[in-house]
């Protein structure tokens, strides 16, 4: 039998969308055991960053959560407006949970060369400034599933963030908030430079 090499590499995140973020972490804390999770009230920054919705230039209003289950980051989206993304389409077409895949990938422009002669298709770009790579989310063929997150290399630095917060945890809460996902990095230290 020959070999495989996954060309993402591992999936390190589940990426789950849900209508009320506080709800889905408790059922997680409850009914799972996975905690605590960090918990950016007002998404990324205040104002939303643009984002980009198959090429059209969006501002969506996100709260999030991220924990562990292992090796394995869960996120948590809650959309609080209703900008066009993968995440309104998503609930749109009556689901809820696990929405994309994410993959901190090596080689951004080899993995997104790759997936796209596989038949993927970008649909939603998070274009952070300063940085020279955006996190794409990508269509996947219905026998697939969920979509897939392509997370250039430098944001390694903010999963392990999240990572060593969780780690030295010691309180009662199975939350730790903070206002948005910048305030976390400066709290955290975290630059991509």
Do not use: C
């Not at 999936?11 to 997680?28: C, D, K, P, S």
């Not at 998070?126 to 997370?151: F, H, K, N, T, W």
């Amino acid at each position: 039998m020959t070999g495989f090499s996954p060309i993402l590499g591992p999936a390190t995140q589940l990426g789950f969308v849900v209508r009320n973020v506080e709800m889905a972490v408790r059922h997680w804390n409850e009914v799972f055991g996975v905690g605590p999770f960090v918990i950016m009230e007002h998404g990324t920054a205040q104002p939303p960053p643009p984002t980009y919705m198959r090429g059209e230039e969006v501002s969506v209003e996100l709260k999030l959560a991220f924990g562990f289950m292992g090796d394995v980051q869960i996120e948590i989206i809650e959309q609080r407006n209703d900008a066009p993304s993968p995440y309104t389409e998503f609930l749109a077409a009556g689901r809820e949970g696990l929405q994309h895949l994410g993959f901190w990938v090596h080689d951004h422009a080899s993995a997104t060369r790759r997936i796209e002669a596989a038949g993927y298709r970008p649909v939603y770009e998070i274009r952070v400034a300063g940085q020279p790579l955006p996190i794409v989310y990508y269509d996947s063929p219905s026998l697939y599933g969920p979509m897939l997150e392509i997370v250039p290399p430098q944001w390694r630095r903010s999963r392990q963030a999240i990572r060593r917060t969780i780690e030295a945890w010691n309180d009662t809460d199975p939350v730790i908030r903070f206002d948005t996902y910048t305030d976390f990095l400066a709290h955290s230290g975290v630059t991509f430079d």
